[in-house]
């Protein structure tokens, strides 16, 4: 059983900046961030390989998010800045165990059912 745990999250202003952090119990083959915001569908936010090696990040949220990780402390990081209104939701790590089936990052972001562990999600709200 993986564990995911997320923090980081919080009241941000629009334009400031926020880095949610998510530390694996284990190994992971993808891991990435996902939202969801009240009355939307789960959306995908940005994930990234275990190597490193791909990323995705959706449209939504290029040039304002980056992904990274630190394998030693098994941590994923996102660092969101420029942040808007539209960016409040709740943030949740999600990670696939194993490459089987084979899906690319960008194919796992974009289908959240793909993932096989969930963290507990934190709260990011930017507002006045």
């Known amino acids: 059983q993986l564990q995911l745990v997320e923090s980081g999250g919080g009241l941000v202003q629009p334009g400031g900046s926020l880095r949610v952090s998510c530390t694996a119990s284990g190994d992971y083959y993808q891991i990435g961030w996902f939202r969801q915001a009240p009355g939307k569908e789960r959306e995908g936010v940005s994930c990234i390989s275990r190597n490193g090696g791909s990323t995705y990040y959706a449209d939504s949220v290029k040039d304002r998010f980056t992904i990274s990780r630190d394998n030693a402390k098994n941590t994923v990081y996102l660092q969101m800045n420029s942040l808007k209104p539209e960016d409040t939701a709740v943030y949740y790590c999600?990670?696939?165990?194993?490459?089987?089936?084979?899906?690319?990052?960008?194919?796992?972001?974009?289908?959240?059912?793909?993932?096989?562990?969930w963290g507990q999600g934190t709260q990011v709200t930017v507002s006045s």
């Open positions: 999600a990670a696939r165990r194993t490459p089987y089936p084979y899906v690319s990052v960008t194919n796992y972001c974009r289908n959240p059912g793909r993932a096989d562990y």
